[in-house]
């Protein structure tokens, strides 16, 4: 079945360091890739996303780029604030079940000033 | 603001009772997908309703069952309660359509004691 691996957190980091969070996924076809964002004691929101290989998603700083050769969606984001502190999920959904997402554990981010 | 509303936000319930949650979605949007998160994981799809009718589910009981309404707006019943069942359920609604986004609601917290 699908799957979707993220790295372990939490990652700490200090103001303006430079954020990479590994994803990697497993399935069947051509999905779409997803980064959620989960901030304490809220739903989830939309990063960015992207619909086919080679294609990056872009939003308030962050990338990542669909790679079908490996498999990942790595995110990344050259400069993190204290306001970036929250949980990242990647996720992936395929065309045929658009309304199941499959997400990571999540991954805790902490950058501290 | 995305648009996806779900009450009650928090809910405390006993042990082998029965729980409504409910969603409103975002205007227009003619999927809702509800997902069950477990502290500290990520989402876990329960099911998908598509124009009024079940068309996705995930590992799940028969207990947890849904309905979608003709204004999109949907409900989640878990009969039964377990502890387990302790979790923030959160609601998704999106256009029939792999690559488009899913909005999500901000949650409803449910604790079964």
């Known amino acids: 079945g699908d799957s979707v691996t993220q790295m372990e957190g939490p990652v700490t980091l200090s103001e303006e360091a430079f954020l990479t969070i590994n994803c990697t996924y497993t399935?069947?076809?051509?999905?779409?890739l997803f980064w959620y964002v989960q901030y304490p004691g809220e739903g989830l929101q939309l990063l960015l996303k992207?619909?086919?290989?080679?294609d990056k998603g872009s939003n308030k700083g962050f990338e990542a780029t669909y790679r079908k050769e490996t498999t990942s969606f790595h995110l990344e984001k050259g400069s993190v604030q204290v306001s970036d502190s929250a949980v990242y999920f990647c996720?992936?959904?395929?065309?045929?079940?658009?309304?199941?997402?499959?997400f990571g554990a999540g991954t805790q981010v902490v950058v501290t000033p | 603001e995305t648009g996806v509303t779900q009450s009650p936000t928090h809910l405390i319930k006993t042990r082998g009772q029965q729980v409504t949650l409910r969603c409103s979605s975002q205007?227009?949007?003619?999927?809702v997908s509800w997902y069950q998160q477990a502290l500290g994981q990520g989402p876990q799809f329960i099911f998908q309703?598509?124009?009024?009718?079940?068309?996705g589910r995930g590992n799940f009981p028969p207990r947890f069952s849904g309905l979608q309404f003709p204004n999109y707006s949907s409900e989640l019943n878990v009969n039964a309660l377990e502890l387990d069942d302790s979790a923030l359920y959160l609601c998704?609604?999106?256009?029939?359509?792999?690559?488009?986004?899913?909005?999500f609601g901000q949650g409803t917290r449910l604790t079964v004691v």
């Open positions: 998704a609604s999106s256009l029939s359509s792999g690559g488009a986004e899913a909005f």
């Open positions: 399935a069947t076809g051509y999905p779409s």
């Open positions: 992207a619909t086919k290989a080679d």
């Open positions: 996720a992936l959904r395929r065309a045929d079940s658009w309304g199941k997402f499959q």
């Open positions: 205007s227009g949007h003619n999927t």
């Open positions: 309703y598509y124009r009024e009718e079940e068309n």
